[in-house]
């Protein structure tokens, strides 16, 4: 059973910085491909961050590309969200997932393409 476990959120001042963590257990982190969603409150699920298998393709959401950077190691089973300049609109509950399509050849985009979800982290930004 593949599980994900997200870890460091929390609260912090608007310009501020929080390094996000997901260790994958039950599976072969190797072999997916790795997304950052979020939700904030009365919003949906938006994409926010992707990596391929080998950490050398990178895919970012508009209104977080020069900010934030994903980044994995296949040794330890995690992948890392390093969050900078961060912004009230970056408040939410940030989610790992992790999908098989390609054999996580590719950087994956969309949600329905993943195959496997963490239970989220709280992130909030205070202005």
């Known amino acids: 059973q593949v599980q994900l476990v997200e870890s460091g959120g929390g609260l912090v001042q608007a310009g501020g910085s929080l390094r996000l963590s997901c260790a994958i257990s039950?599976?072969?982190?190797?072999?997916?491909?790795m997304g950052w969603f979020r939700q904030a409150p009365g919003k949906e699920r938006e994409f926010v961050a992707t990596i391929n298998w080998s950490g050398g393709s990178t895919s970012y959401a508009d209104s977080v590309k020069g900010r934030f950077t994903i980044s994995r190691d296949n040794a330890k089973n995690t992948v890392y969200l390093q969050m900078n300049s961060l912004k009230p609109e970056d408040t939410g509950v940030y989610y790992c997932?992790?999908?098989?399509?390609?054999?996580?050849?590719?950087?994956?985009?969309?949600?329905?393409?993943?195959?496997?979800w963490g239970q989220g982290t709280q992130v909030t930004v205070s202005s």
């Open positions: 039950g599976g072969t982190f190797s072999s997916y491909a």
């Open positions: 997932a992790a999908s098989r399509y390609l054999s996580g050849l590719i950087v994956v985009v969309v949600s329905n393409n993943y195959d496997y």
